[in-house]
């Protein structure tokens, strides 16, 4: 009896081992994914900052610089992809279906996108436009409920509220006789919203056959060369210091491929919900460093309305 009860607590010690173990790493694989998931988030933030000063301080032309950054970015996905899924890579460049696929994804959301996101910054701001994208969330709520055939339930309409007094405080700043925010940066705004929607939506069956290395490296591409065949880049490039070009290789490297990096990796340990909630970083931080880098001022109604369309992630999510 007592052998066999010594073999029996042993072996339930070892079961609670493996067990703590187990719950260890999964604790360990979720602090990394948040971590990252920030880092991503971050990233994002500043790059917006990043733009609005090349934009403001340099001049740059921001569908230059939106082609720029497709085509600087692009090769690096590439090669993420040739290391990581090498096999995929080679499949979908023998078919032509995939690519013209991929082509049309391209166009209609990272070009819509991208071109809106900086438009948004010219006239606004980069912790602005951030938050204006967030709206996103609102219109895959009403793709969902289209689809789905039902209503949205009463938290999704208690978003839909907070967002509308969000949007209605950055317009006019509490005063319905004027208007705060340019027209043009609402409408940018909000095509970057939509932007954003068609990108968590257009490209899933996509993303899952071939994987975001790929789909993304070859959407880059595709939009890179489709912009520059209508802005010819080479012609009219902006006078950019040394300052300015760390700039610009800090908006490709970090704000545009380390960012997705971060935040896929992150996405995977913590779940969309989960990233979804961390990615409100995103326009916080972008409004903290256009504040302290860009002497960007934002009013009390203006940080009200941040914090509305940000409540709004947590309710509708």
Same mark, same amino acid.
């Given at each position: 009896?007592?052998?066999?009860? =010594?073999?029996? &607590?042993?072996?339930?010690?070892?079961?609670?081992?493996?067990?703590? @173990?187990?719950?260890?790493?999964?604790?360990?694989?979720?602090?990394?994914?948040?971590?990252?998931?920030?880092?991503? @988030?971050?990233? %994002?933030?500043?790059?917006?900052?990043?733009?609005?000063?090349?934009?403001?301080?340099? =001049?740059?032309?921001?569908?230059?610089?939106?082609?720029?950054? #497709?085509?600087?970015?692009? %090769?690096?996905? !590439?090669?993420?992809?040739?290391?990581?899924?090498?096999?995929?890579?080679?499949?979908?460049?023998?078919?032509?279906?995939?690519?013209?696929?991929?082509?049309?994804?391209?166009?209609?959301t990272i070009?819509?996108?991208?071109?809106?996101?900086? #438009?948004?910054?010219? %006239?606004?701001?980069?912790?602005?436009?951030?938050?204006? #994208?967030?709206?996103? *969330?609102?219109?895959?709520?009403?793709?969902?409920?289209?689809?789905?055939?039902? &209503?949205?339930?009463?938290?999704?309409?208690?978003?839909?509220? !907070? @967002?509308?007094?969000?949007?209605?405080?950055?317009?006019?700043?509490?005063?319905?006789?004027?208007?705060? +925010?340019? /027209?043009?940066?609402?409408? %940018?705004? *909000? !095509?970057?919203?939509?932007? #954003?929607?068609?990108?968590?939506?257009?490209?899933?069956?996509?993303?899952?056959?071939?994987?975001n290395l790929?789909?993304?490296?070859?959407? $880059?591409? $595709?939009?890179?060369?489709?912009?520059a065949v $209508?802005?010819?880049?080479?012609?009219?490039?902006?006078?950019?210091? &040394?300052?300015?070009?760390?700039?610009?290789?800090?908006?490709?490297?970090?704000?545009?491929?380390?960012?997705?990096?971060?935040?896929?990796?992150?996405?995977?340990?913590?779940?969309?919900?989960?990233?979804?909630? +961390?990615?409100?970083?995103?326009?916080?931080?972008?409004?903290?460093?256009? /504040? !302290?880098?860009?002497?960007?001022?934002?009013?009390?109604?203006?940080?009200?309305?941040?914090?509305?369309?940000?409540?709004?992630?947590?309710?509708?999510?």
């Open positions: 009896m007592g052998e066999k009860d =010594g073999a029996a &607590a042993k072996g339930a010690a070892g079961t609670g081992g493996a067990a703590a @173990a187990t719950a260890a790493g999964t604790g360990d694989a979720l602090r990394r994914g948040v971590a990252l998931v920030l880092l991503g @988030a971050t990233c %994002w933030g500043v790059n917006g900052t990043i733009s609005q000063a090349l934009m403001s301080g340099y =001049g740059v032309d921001p569908i230059w610089l939106t082609t720029v950054k #497709q085509l600087g970015s692009f %090769w690096l996905f !590439l090669l993420g992809a040739r290391v990581v899924t090498p096999g995929r890579l080679t499949e979908v460049a023998h078919d032509r279906r995939a690519l013209l696929r991929i082509l049309g994804c391209s166009i209609t070009i819509l996108l991208q071109v809106s996101y900086m #438009q948004a910054i010219l %006239w606004t701001n980069s912790g602005t436009a951030t938050v204006l #994208q967030s709206l996103n *969330l609102l219109m895959v709520l009403a793709y969902v409920c289209v689809r789905l055939r039902r &209503a949205p339930k009463r938290r999704e309409v208690a978003g839909i509220a !907070l @967002a509308f007094v969000g949007v209605y405080l950055l317009a006019t700043g509490g005063n319905p006789t004027t208007l705060e +925010l340019p /027209a043009q940066g609402l409408a %940018w705004g *909000l !095509l970057t919203a939509l932007g #954003q929607s068609l990108l968590s939506i257009v490209p899933v069956r996509l993303v899952e056959r071939w994987g790929v789909v993304n490296g070859l959407s $880059f591409l $595709f939009a890179g060369v489709v912009l $209508f802005c010819r880049p080479w012609e009219r490039v902006p006078s950019l210091d &040394a300052a300015g070009c760390a700039l610009l290789a800090a908006s490709v490297l970090v704000g545009t491929f380390g960012a997705y990096v971060f935040y896929m990796q992150g996405l995977k340990a913590v779940g969309s919900l989960k990233a979804t909630m +961390l990615g409100t970083a995103e326009p916080v931080v972008a409004a903290l460093t256009s /504040a !302290l880098l860009l002497h960007t001022s934002f009013s009390p109604t203006d940080l009200a309305g941040f914090a509305l369309i940000i409540a709004m992630v947590f309710v509708t999510a």
